[in-house]
């Protein structure tokens, strides 16, 4: 069975940082791509980043280029995203999600990410 | 790029079917075949329903889906009181990028 745990949201005051993180199971981890994926409270679904089985190419949306960094560690299992430079608009529940031939196919329960002072 | 183009609300009866749509441009929905779906229920993650042309294994045969130039849509028959949700369509936008639809809250009366 594919699973995948996000941890790491929390509050943390704007300008702060964050590091979230996915450990997944059920599948051979380096075989796949992986995303984040994000949804403010009571809005729709945003494509946060892209990184490749190998770790080798990664993507972002314009929102949080700059700011945000995808990584992963295939011999952990483990998908990571570090946020920086915070915005009260980067509130969000973030979701790991597996990339299947170019489909979001299978997401994480998510965790919350909640920026203010 | 710009969200994806949904109906804000649908609604059915139970039994009935209901059809939403989802448009893009020739950047994303019209220009690659990887238009999926999405269900999600209150407090829960989306879960795919819908993906190409194939559901995902356990997912009901009343959900189908097609795309048609920049549009795609998903039609759901049979409507049933557990289709009840947010429905979100989303498609391959090229440069290993995605892009969603705003969303669909289905109701089922």
């Known amino acids: 069975e594919v699973q995948l745990v996000e941890s790491g949201g929390n509050l943390e005051q704007p300008g702060g940082s964050l590091r979230l993180s996915c450990v997944v199971s059920?599948?051979?981890?380096?075989?796949?791509?992986m995303n984040w994926v994000r949804q403010a409270p009571g809005k729709g679904l945003e494509w946060v980043s892209f990184?490749?089985?190998?770790?080798?190419?990664?993507y972002y949306a314009d929102s949080v280029k700059g700011r945000f960094t995808i990584s992963r560690d295939n011999a952990k299992n483990s998908l990571y995203l570090q946020m920086n430079s915070l915005r009260g608009e980067d509130t969000a529940v973030y979701y790991c999600?597996?990339?299947?031939?170019?489909?979001?196919?299978?997401w994480g329960q998510g965790t919350l990410v909640t920026v203010s002072s | 790029q710009s969200a994806l183009t949904q109906p804000r609300s649908v609604s059915g009866s139970p039994g009935q079917s209901v059809t939403i749509s989802c448009t893009g441009t020739s950047s994303d929905v019209g220009g690659y075949n990887y238009v999926s779906w999405y269900q999600q229920h209150p407090g829960k993650a989306p879960k795919m329903i819908y993906a190409?042309?194939e559901r995902p294994s356990g997912v009901p045969d009343r959900f189908s889906g097609s795309k048609s130039g920049n549009t795609a849509s998903l039609t759901i028959s049979g409507l049933q009181a557990e289709d009840e949700a947010d429905y979100y369509c989303c498609s391959y936008a090229g440069s290993y990028s995605w892009v969603f639809g705003g969303g669909t809250r289905l109701t089922v009366l």
């Open positions: 190409v042309t």
């Open positions: 990184i490749n089985g190998r770790g080798n190419t990664m």
């Open positions: 999600v597996r990339d299947y031939q170019w489909l979001l196919s299978d």
């Open positions: 059920g599948f051979t981890f380096i075989t796949y791509s």
